[in-house]
């Protein structure tokens, strides 16, 4: 076999093995993957009222839904925020429904931060502030956030001193994703988990997963979703790992000076112009 055939098997050997992982990545996706989650949910207005009717145990009407969508920070470095899914219902309320897997990213401090973002694009120049809609901010957590088995957490701001609702129509929900009750609820965290339309309760949930898991159609666009991810996060850590390892070149060449000419760290970060947001780090890795 010629060389460059050799090449070639091999490369194929490597794209089959390559694509093997994304379809199993792809088979073991649930709702509580934000990729599969804001593909489900985008423009699908029956199935985000549907979670949110089981949430609120309200007969809310949406009227708009959109995943993934990016609300931009108006300060020049301020930190921008990508939605999972953004509802508005009928009476121009707006809802934020994140899935989350990790305690990080349910962060009570961030569910604080996505409810002021969504806030402040609602009102235009010279508008009252009474005409401020009420917001929501639903973490569909797949742990329980605070250990205490209930299925929905609900945490609006009160009066202290009587123990009072503010009424300041800023909400926010945490939905247990450990819950296991029989009731809708439980159905619900149920359907979140499940692998196969097969397995779930609610058919407005189950035909998306559908489309997007068991059709060809739809898993192309999931498994090139997943490609892309993972070709993002391949490059985020060769970045990360060239910055590791200018840093730590940098720490060994201050060490080395300073050992050698027995000049001050100052000194030393003077002769080697290194600048003042790398004397920081340098400075704590010198710490340790």
Same mark, same amino acid.
């Given at each position: ?46 199935? *985000?009222?549907? +979670?949110?009717? !089981? ?7 949406? #009227?708009? &839904?959109? %995943?993934?969508? @990016? ?10 925020? *990508?939605?999972? +899914?953004?509802? !508005? ?7 934020? #429904?994140? &899935?989350? %897997?990790?305690? @990080? ?25 009474? #005409? ?157």
């Amino acid at each position: 076999m010629a060389k460059d055939e050799i090449i070639v098997d091999d490369s194929n050997h490597i794209e089959q093995q390559n694509k093997a992982k994304v379809n199993q990545i792809v088979d073991d996706l649930t709702l509580f993957d934000d990729d599969l989650m804001s593909l489900v949910f985008d423009r699908n207005i029956p199935a *985000t009222q549907l +979670v949110l009717r !089981i949430i609120f145990n309200r007969n809310i009407e949406v #009227i708009s &839904v959109e %995943g993934q969508e @990016e609300l931009k920070n108006p300060l020049v470095g301020g930190r921008d925020i *990508t939605l999972d +899914v953004h509802a !508005i219902d009928v009476d121009g309320e707006e809802i934020d #429904i994140e &899935v989350q %897997g990790d305690s @990080e990213g349910a962060h009570v401090r961030r569910a604080r931060f996505h409810s002021a973002m969504v806030d402040s694009r609602m009102l235009k120049e010279r508008d009252k502030f009474k #005409i401020l809609k009420d917001s929501y901010v639903v973490f569909i957590y797949k742990h329980d956030k605070f250990r205490k088995g209930y299925p929905i957490y609900r945490a609006d701001r009160i009066v202290l001193e009587t123990g009072e609702s503010l009424n300041d129509g800023s909400h926010i929900i945490y939905v247990n994703g450990m819950y296991k009750g029989n009731d809708a609820i439980g159905k619900l965290i149920q359907d979140f988990h499940a692998k196969s339309s097969k397995d779930m309760h609610y058919e407005e949930l189950a035909a998306g997963v559908h489309h997007f898991k068991e059709t060809e159609e739809g898993r192309d666009i999931v498994c090139e979703s997943v490609k892309k991810y993972a070709e993002q996060y391949a490059e985020a850590e060769s970045i990360k790992s060239a910055e590791m390892s200018r840093i730590n070149t940098l720490v060994q060449s201050v060490k080395m000076l300073m050992k050698n000419t027995s000049v001050t760290l100052d000194q030393a970060f003077s002769n080697l112009g290194i600048s003042d947001s790398d004397r920081t780090i340098i400075s704590k890795q010198l710490q340790k």
